[in-house]
């Protein structure tokens, strides 16, 4: 697992304790506290909790519990405030303002992974991808080792449509639970969230808990042959242990987006402390002290320069969220 592991990520230091909700500094919180078990901070800085490393507070940090926990968080905020879910933050700039309202962190309490009925697969949303593709290889399910090329949990990947070696959630999802922004737990069907590429129609503030996978019969061999050759493939052509976040355009119908970066003279430029990087141009890597200013600003840069060289307009896959 070391090739996914950030510093900072939930398991590196979460014990499985229900901790009591507390609220730092006795400012009133967004909802009624009484009952709820997880963590609420304010002010809560993000940058430790995200691959960049970069960026500023949430207005407010809700850690739940369990799911009981967060469907009555939920409740109780009652779509009263902007909602944004967090998983591992391999995906995501946090700009330097912050990000209002509330931001959601599911950790080890939903990272549950299980075989649930023939040749299906059950995720809770804060299961990384490579412990549900190795729970299926284990299981013998072929057709989800695709998650193993891809950084992040299970909660960003249905919402995102996340995509790897020519597979995409949108080909093994059976149905999703999500919990919506006035706290109403719905079952989704896969066809209800009219997949595209890298995008869903999930409502925005609706927070995705788990997930139902299914695949095909396979050999257990054969399954973890084929991780290794994708978990190798990452190791050369990716720079998986700098301070990155992932794929930053979308490739274009019929076009590699690295490819066109590379085109237009891209790879090694740096804004501040931002880089395009050298082993993988559709990668952009802090180098050291970059803000997100910085790093959002290169990518607008390598956008412009693309566009002016190729007529394309790259579309960002990784998520810009906060105030600038």
């Not at 304010?42 to 940090?61: C, I, Q």
């Not at 519990?65 to 779509?79: N, V, Y």
């Not at 960003?156 to 737990?185: H, K, Q, T, W």
């Not at 050759?229 to 076009?255: D, H, M, V, W, Y």
Request: hydrophobic content about 35%.
């Amino acid at each position: 697992m070391s090739d996914m592991v950030q510093p900072g990520d939930w398991f590196d230091r979460d014990d499985g304790s229900a901790p009591t909700c507390a609220v730092e500094g006795g400012v009133d919180a967004p909802v009624p506290i009484e009952g709820i078990r997880g963590d609420l901070t304010r002010e809560a800085p993000l940058k430790k909790l995200v691959w960049f490393k970069s960026g500023g507070a949430a207005d407010w940090l809700f850690e739940p519990a369990d799911l009981g926990d967060l469907r009555l968080f939920m409740e109780r905020l009652g779509g009263s405030m902007p909602v944004m879910a967090l998983g591992l933050g391999s995906n995501l700039i946090i700009r330097d303002g912050g990000v209002p309202g509330i931001v959601i962190r599911l950790g080890k309490p939903f990272s549950e992974c299980e075989v649930t009925g023939e040749n299906t697969l059950t995720c809770g949303a804060g299961t990384p991808g490579i412990l549900a593709a190795s729970t299926a290889r284990d299981a013998g399910i072929a057709g989800l080792e695709f998650l193993r090329g891809i950084p992040g949990t299970v909660g960003g990947f249905v919402r995102m449509n996340g995509g790897a070696y020519g597979r995409e959630v949108s080909d093994i999802l059976i149905d999703c639970d999500v919990i919506m922004p006035d706290g109403e737990l719905v079952t989704l069907p896969n066809a209800d969230l009219h997949y595209t590429y890298r995008h869903s129609a999930l409502p925005d503030g609706a927070v995705v808990v788990s997930a139902r996978f299914e695949g095909t019969p396979g050999n257990p061999d054969e399954i973890g042959a084929e991780m290794d050759r994708i978990a190798e493939a990452r190791e050369n052509s990716q720079p998986l242990r700098t301070k990155t976040g992932g794929s930053t355009f979308k490739n274009p119908e019929g076009q590699k987006a690295w490819q066109l970066v590379d085109e237009a003279g891209c790879r090694g430029m740096t804004k501040g402390g931002a880089q395009v990087s050298e082993k993988h141009t559709n990668f952009l890597i802090n180098t050291g002290e970059a803000t997100s200013a910085d790093i959002e600003g290169l990518g607008e840069e390598v956008r412009e320069r693309v566009f002016k060289n190729s007529g394309i307009a790259l579309e960002w896959e990784i998520q810009r969220v906060g105030r600038p």
